[in-house]
């Protein structure tokens, strides 16, 4: 059973920083890449940017380019994001995702973590 398991979560003024962590646990990655997305209410979810497992290449959606960060801990299966500068419309529920990392579909999804972003 593969278990995707969001945190850090939680509410932060506009301008500041906040780092999720994802855990990963149930099969071997190491083929795969991990996405970020977000889902504000009322809207679509939107991919916020991925990281491949074997070797750490990232891409990102331009809205979050130079602000946000992804890494992995290839050894304990763990997927960070961390977000700088945050914005109020950056408010959303962020969830992490695997997914092979030849193709752009994700095939296990957390549950999500809510991100606030006060003005």
């Known amino acids: 059973q593969v278990q995707l398991v969001e945190s850090g979560g939680g509410l932060v003024q506009a301008g500041g920083s906040l780092r999720l962590s994802c855990a990963a646990s149930?099969?071997?990655?190491?083929?795969?890449?991990m996405g970020w997305f977000r889902q504000a209410p009322g809207k679509e979810r939107e991919f916020v940017g991925r990281?491949?497992?074997?070797?750490?290449?990232?891409s990102y959606a331009d809205s979050v380019k130079g602000r946000f960060t992804i890494s992995r801990d290839f050894a304990k299966k763990m997927v960070y994001l961390q977000m700088n500068i945050l914005k109020p419309e950056e408010t959303a529920v962020y969830y992490c995702?695997?997914?092979?990392?030849?193709?752009?579909?994700?095939?296990?999804w957390g549950q999500g973590t809510q991100v606030t972003v006060s003005s």
């Open positions: 990281i491949t497992w074997s070797d750490g290449v990232t």
């Open positions: 149930g099969r071997t990655f190491s083929t795969y890449a």
């Open positions: 995702a695997a997914g092979p990392r030849n193709k752009d579909e994700y095939d296990y």
